[in-house]
């Protein structure tokens, strides 16, 4: 049996949670900038944005602690713990952009976070797309 | 990072791209699977969607969204690799013989319960495999020689089981995660006590077992049992043959494969079968074929700490957890069907039609080749021939 068929099912899941965080970050950074008109974008739109990052980021932190069966959930902890920053540091970095997007007093350089978040789960789909396309 | 510059030229790039693609769509014949377009249709609505978001994007020269403009660079590029290579290719490469073979798969799709496909499209010339994009039109891909060989037919039982998970894959990936999660904090709850630094490199190795059981690797695992279920004993026999063919240290954990090894595969299929055909004749066979394998392979070694230890992520309970967890899953789906029925004997093989379900005559092939194989190539060739007429 070729690799294809469970991978591409894990690539095309990480795909779209990796599209939406994207897209929730984008339009996140759009309002804090003041950008939205110029991107065609609502306020609705800005504020759906804070609801899906401050969610997906509850979802991680509630993981780190106790175990969940969300495959990318998983996959982000686990490499969360085995890299250099220790864990700590990072449940006060998302534990301070929560609260930065609940009281929407978040600023440009505190989407860091997010930004590590994205950058870990697009090295993993990119390694995905190229084992699924050019192997 | 890139600069704006280059992923302005590179918009220029992907629209040509688009076009080229949606030329592709308009030349084909009216009727040509119309889901399998559907979904290239809407991919190619969604690079368009991010392509203008993206020169909105670009207008702002503004660094910090460069990485937000990489991302979506990237998976423009994925989609796009996805139209022309995973979907493109098997829709602009269908001859006869796919066309031919499409109905079979259709009703092996039937007949292990995937009521929700209406089509299904073939790609020759690839091992066996299935890209579920299509949500109701899985693409099959499969080696030329299955037109006059069963040798890798109960492979598509396994892919018919990645067609069967991707319906609610996330749903049966949480129970799949939460159980090997639990047998392995059982595990750690376990550990009596012992002086560091042992106990944390026992903590260590469970913890390694247990990161290895990735999505992919669990749903590889539950296909197998999905295939066991199924076709039965058949499939057991491809295992045996597909160890042989490709594996040495069949307990050896390699990392940068997303199947498990091939002895936990063989133990997970072997747990899901019904003890009556364990006791087959066929079965006895298959086992012992299994067992002989075994003694001349190289046992799983544990001394590298670095290494997944075999002995703890796929000891015989973590399979047994996986498989039971699988069969669940199957059982509370009323639609898929086991394979339970008996081995049909040579005599009775060599008289089968091919409008029998697809399951027995493999089955049935099986039993020919390890009972009776000098009357094997003339079975062979008489019932795929009968089977492929059959269906066009």
């Known amino acids: 049996m070729s690799i294809h068929s469970g991978l591409a099912s894990h690539v095309e899941e990480e795909g779209e949670i990796l599209r939406r965080l994207n897209e929730a970050t984008l339009h996140f950074q759009a309002g804090i900038l003041g950008d939205t008109e110029l991107l065609g974008l609502t306020h609705k739109q800005v504020k759906k944005s804070g609801k899906v990052l401050s969610e997906f980021l509850q979802n991680l932190l ?69 084992a699924l396309y050019y192997r | 990072m890139p600069t704006f510059e280059y992923f302005e030229s590179k918009v220029i790039d992907v629209e040509t791209r688009i076009d080229w693609a949606v ?42 969204y460069l990485p937000r403009i990489r991302i979506d660079y990237q998976t423009i590029e994925a989609d796009l690799e996805k139209i022309s290579t995973a979907l493109l290719v098997p829709l602009l490469s269908e001859g006869s013989k796919e066309k031919a073979l499409t109905p079979i798969l259709s009703r092996i799709c039937q007949e292990a319960g995937l009521q929700h496909i209406k089509d299904t499209l073939v790609m020759l010339g690839a091992p066996p495999a299935t890209l579920p994009v299509a949500h109701e039109c899985p693409i099959f891909c499969m080696p030329y020689e299955v037109t006059h060989s069963f040798r890798d037919w109960p492979a598509l039982y396994h892919e018919a089981g990645h067609v069967f998970f991707s319906v609610n894959r996330r749903r049966y990936l949480d129970s799949l995660l939460t159980a090997i999660r639990n047998h392995f904090r059982r595990i750690v709850l376990a550990t009596g006590p012992m002086a560091e630094p042992a106990k944390s490199e026992r903590l260590r190795a469970i913890r390694s077992a247990e990161n290895y059981w990735t999505d992919v690797r669990v749903e590889e695992l539950f296909c197998d049992c999905f295939a066991g279920y199924c076709l039965g004993l058949s499939y057991a026999f491809l295992w045996t043959d597909l160890s042989f063919r490709w594996y040495s ?8 494969d997303d199947h498990p090894p091939p002895s936990a595969r063989f133990n997970c299929i072997w747990y899901c079968l019904p003890r009556s055909l ?34 703890i992520a796929c000891s015989p309970e973590a399979i047994q957890t996986l498989a039971e967890t699988s069969l669940d899953i199957l059982r509370n789906t009323a639609t898929v069907p086991q394979y339970d029925g008996s081995i049909p004997t040579p005599e009775q093989a060599l008289a089968l039609k091919p409008f029998e379900p697809l399951t027995k005559l493999l089955n049935a092939a099986m039993a020919v080749l390890l009972l009776r194989p000098e009357s094997y190539r003339g079975f062979q060739d008489r019932l795929l021939k009968e089977l492929i007429q059959n269906q066009s």
């Open chain 2, 23 to 64: 030329d592709v769509l308009s030349g084909l014949p009216s009727g040509t699977h119309p889901e399998v377009v559907k979904v290239i249709s809407q991919l190619i609505s969604r690079i368009n969607h991010q392509v203008s978001l993206l020169k909105k994007l670009l207008q702002t020269q503004r660094a910090s």
């Open chain 1, 62 to 130: 509630e993981a780190i602690d106790k175990p969940t069966g969300d495959a990318t959930i998983t996959f982000l902890v686990n490499c969360l713990r085995d890299g250099p920053k220790p864990m700590e540091d990072w449940k006060e970095d998302i534990h301070r952009l929560v609260n930065a997007i609940k009281t929407e007093k978040s600023d440009d350089a505190n989407l860091s976070a997010i930004e590590d978040i994205l950058a870990l789960l697009n090295d993993d789909y990119s390694e995905g797309v190229r």
């Open chain 2, 249 to 256: 240290s069949p307990q050896e954990i390699n990392l940068s």
């Open chain 2, 278 to 311: 364990k006791l087959d004749g066929c079965g006895q066979i298959i086992k012992s074929i299994w067992d002989a394998y075994l003694t001349g392979t190289v046992p799983a070694s544990s001394s590298d700490p670095l290494q997944v230890n075999y002995d």
